[in-house]
């Protein structure tokens, strides 16, 4: 930190809208990680910018200065394009799981670093958890050389990466001030840039099973990632994706592993989870330069699907981060079932005319397989899956969903969080799945 530097005429710059110098950002942050800016000072910061959003070029500066708080991955010894996608979080969204070996089968590096599961929303390093052996915490080491061998790791965040974040966010949590649109693009582009990315996909959810429930806020959002992305020099476009219903019929974590299995060797594939991860993947290929437009992109995915290439880049890297090198052919050997699985019936005739998605994530979490709190333990095997889509015709008495649980009690009070959450009715209107392009 510069001597000259006084944390608190920096916040009252950041308070009154004022622009603060390019190192002031930088001074505030390097502050943070050697203790001379006290908790105090954060959430000051923190509650300023949320009452007065940073311009651009502030939330630039802010997401380079996090981002250099800890390692910089570099991949100078890799020839191809360093790629990656994040998602801001869904119900059924195993997306990750399928476009990771999806992009690295049609040439490009995923060095894919993932988070748990938090609310009514599934974390990808959960569902990897739930395959025994598996190491989402890897040696820098050994995910270095799965990316450089395989071309796909999917693994948890290191405490090397974006450590300021850690801090910012924990103060987040505790001061009201997690609901900034300049602190979540930090926050979440802070880490991803640190994977040393050439390009970035996002997926960002709207409706009722995401964050961001309305298309003006997901909007929001979605303009201010792609241009703090581009902005820092990694070429990134975003999709503005519907979430007011799961995206695959599985909602869990062995359960959802099971589903991508099924997906990847083609033994059953939920075409809503296709077309996203296709139009992701797309997007991926032409910031690398490994399509020379979006149709040729989705052309080359949807090959690595059809001639089994991904599911091999799937197993392999599986293999190579300790799980079973037989995933694809035992899955059930592997995959922990649970001891009771019953359907869940529709109480009356019609249509699935609406779904609180966010109550079939909390049905997950009353199950025991989500976190109520951070260092919750969760169980991998409970769940849901063969839910009803929207739009789906349904008989009284039919199933609508099948419940996975560990014992009774939790089996009846997940049934009833998934009755009350589908309305059986009219015939929905039809809504886009992916609903705008934000480039």
Known sequence: MGPSFLPQVFIEKIRDGKTPAQAEMQNFISGIKDGSVSHAQVAAFAMAVYFNPLAMPERIALTKAVRDSGDVLSWDDIDGPVLDKHSTGGVGDNVSLLLGPAVAACGGFVPMISGQGLGHTGGTLDKFNSIPGYTTVPSNE???????????????????????????????SATATVESVSLITAS?????????????ALDIKCGNGAFMQSHTQAKELALSLVEVANGAGVKTSGLITDMNQPLASEAGNAVEMRGVIDHLTSARRNSRLHDVVVALSAEMLVHGGLAADLDAGRTKVQAVFDNGKAAEVFAKMVTALGGPSDILEAADKHLEAAPLIKDVVATQSGYVSSIDTRAVGLGVVVLGGGRKRPDDTIDYAVGFDRLAALGSKVSKGDPI???HARDEAALQEAGKKLQTAYMIGEKPEETPLIIERVG
Do not use: E
């Open 142 to 172: 050994v995910f270095k050389q799965t990316v450089r061998d395989i071309g796909c790791a999917i693994i948890g965040q290191t405490g090397s990466l974006a450590p300021v974040d850690k801090t910012i966010y924990a103060i987040r």
């Open 401 to 403: 969903a099948r419940i």
């Open 188 to 200: 979440i582009l802070s880490k991803k840039l640190a994977a040393g990315l050439d390009g970035l």
